[in-house]
């Protein structure tokens, strides 16, 4: 064997062990099928457009992965997440699952510690009155949470690098979540039923080729995608409209305009990563800052700023699957923030 593939061979083996071992690094229920077959009956999915006349209560957004990580894990599916979904909504008192969405299949996610995975996302709703499954009963009655603590995978949240801001507001805020923020003064996120996803821009002056104008616009294509995603699973819209898809006409709703840029965009180093990276090297870079405007008056009411540092770990993962994974990241964290900020929270570190 030669010694290029006898390392690779190497590398992949002691990867694969070492992955093994910690177990995933996102929360994965393991539901058994009589508990999942009754949880499709009791947890209906719902859309937003068919709710006109309905009367609900959104609970909180909501999240589950289906992870294969070991050899004898059942390959990752929608089903399997959305069955965790349901899970999840019972544990909350929810009777039913709003703007479902999945996202990309992943492959060999580091961030995850998955050799594949699906995550999709809802609203947790009560429908009517009545409410199902305390949190109690249903942990008794057969889903079983694993979780890892490991940090050895995966990108990180760094400070952002010189963020600029936008229309004179300036992320200056740390927040758990959304990285820098900064927040206009009588900013009210819940008077706001219509946001507008415009396409991304990526600002990063490195940029400079026809290869990193290629990777820079499938980076940002797919971030706003995830954004928008996000956002309709979210529920904190009745409208979400993606600007690269439809044209939005201005009516009596009050609404906000998400311009986002990719201020950094850096693919690391491929054979640094292989050979190195369990001491960090070869990682990708990325950072985007966000800008919502008030449609009506043009005013920036809302900025953030978010950075992440990719994979550190010893296999070489391909750098647009790294990229596109820090900003999914960041697309569901700003999401996590705006929710958190529709309840009144305010921008907090911990």
Same mark, same amino acid.
């Given at each position: 064997?030669k010694?290029?593939v006898?390392?690779?061979?190497?590398?992949?083996? !002691?990867?694969?062990?070492?992955?093994s /071992? =910690?177990?995933?690094?996102?929360?994965? =229920?393991? =539901?058994?099928?009589?508990?999942a077959e009754?949880l499709?009956?009791?947890?209906?999915l719902?859309?937003?457009?068919?709710?006109t006349g309905v009367t609900?209560?959104v609970?909180?957004?909501i999240e589950?992965?289906? /992870?294969?990580? %070991?050899?004898?894990?059942?390959t990752? &599916?929608?089903q399997?997440?959305?069955?965790?979904l349901?899970f999840?909504a *019972?544990?909350?008192g *929810?009777?039913g699952l709003l703007?479902?969405s /999945?996202? $990309?299949?992943q492959m060999?996610?580091l961030?995850k510690?998955c050799?594949? &995975?699906?995550t999709c996302?809802?609203?947790a709703?009560?429908v009517?009155?009545?409410?199902i499954?305390? +949190?109690e009963e249903?942990e008794?009655q057969g889903?079983?949470?694993e979780?890892s603590r490991?940090q050895f995978?995966?990108?990180r949240r760094t400070?952002?690098?010189?963020?600029?801001?936008?229309g004179?507001? %300036?992320?200056?805020?740390?927040?758990?979540?959304?990285?820098l923020v900064?927040?206009?003064?009588?900013?009210?996120l819940?008077?706001?039923?219509v946001i507008?996803?415009d $396409? =991304?821009? !990526?600002?990063?002056?490195? #940029?400079?080729?026809?290869?990193?104008r290629?990777?820079a616009?499938?980076?940002? *294509?797919?971030?706003q995608a995830?954004?928008?995603?996000?956002l309709?699973?979210?529920?904190?819209?009745?409208r979400?409209?993606n600007?690269?898809?439809?044209?939005y $006409?201005?009516d009596?709703? %009050?609404?906000l305009k998400?311009?986002?840029k990719?201020s +950094?965009?850096g693919e690391?180093?491929?054979g640094?990563?292989?050979y190195?990276g369990?001491?960090?090297?070869g990682?990708? +870079?990325a950072?985007?800052?966000i800008g919502f #405007?008030d449609?009506?008056s043009g005013?920036t009411?809302l900025?953030?700023?978010?950075r992440r540092?990719?994979?550190?770990? #010893?296999l070489g993962v391909?750098s647009r699957?790294?990229l596109k994974e820090s900003f999914d990241?960041m697309?569901r964290?700003l999401?996590?923030?705006?929710?958190?900020?529709?309840?009144g929270d305010?921008?907090?570190k911990e």
């Amino acid at each position: 064997m030669k010694p290029q593939v006898a390392s690779l061979a190497l590398v992949l083996v !002691v990867g694969a062990l070492e992955a093994s /071992c =910690v177990g995933p690094r996102v929360e994965v =229920v393991r =539901v058994n099928p009589t508990e999942a077959e009754k949880l499709r009956k009791e947890i209906a999915l719902y859309e937003s457009e068919k709710m006109t006349g309905v009367t609900y209560k959104v609970l909180e957004p909501i999240e589950a992965t289906s /992870c294969k990580l %070991k050899l004898w894990d059942p390959t990752a &599916s929608e089903q399997d997440a959305t069955d965790q979904l349901r899970f999840k909504a *019972a544990e909350l008192g *929810a009777n039913g699952l709003l703007n479902i969405s /999945c996202g $990309r299949k992943q492959m060999t996610s580091l961030t995850k510690n998955c050799w594949e &995975s699906i995550t999709c996302n809802a609203a947790a709703i009560q429908v009517g009155a009545e409410a199902i499954g305390p +949190r109690e009963e249903r942990e008794r009655q057969g889903g079983r949470v694993e979780r890892s603590r490991s940090q050895f995978f995966g990108g990180r949240r760094t400070s952002p690098d010189e963020p600029l801001g936008v229309g004179g507001l %300036k992320p200056a805020l740390e927040d758990k979540d959304a990285g820098l923020v900064g927040i206009a003064p009588e900013f009210n996120l819940g008077s706001y039923r219509v946001i507008l996803v415009d $396409r =991304v821009s !990526v600002t990063d002056a490195s #940029v400079k080729d026809e290869a990193d104008r290629r990777l820079a616009t499938e980076v940002a *294509a797919s971030f706003q995608a995830e954004i928008v995603r996000q956002l309709r699973a979210s529920a904190l819209f009745t409208r979400v409209v993606n600007l690269a898809e439809t044209e939005y $006409r201005p009516d009596h709703e %009050k609404a906000l305009k998400l311009e986002g840029k990719i201020s +950094r965009l850096g693919e690391g180093s491929w054979g640094e990563r292989h050979y190195f990276g369990a001491f960090g090297a070869g990682r990708t +870079r990325a950072q985007a800052e966000i800008g919502f #405007v008030d449609v009506q008056s043009g005013q920036t009411v809302l900025v953030t700023a978010d950075r992440r540092i990719g994979s550190s770990a #010893v296999l070489g993962v391909a750098s647009r699957d790294d990229l596109k994974e820090s900003f999914d990241e960041m697309a569901r964290d700003l999401v996590k923030f705006l929710w958190r900020l529709s309840k009144g929270d305010g921008p907090t570190k911990e």
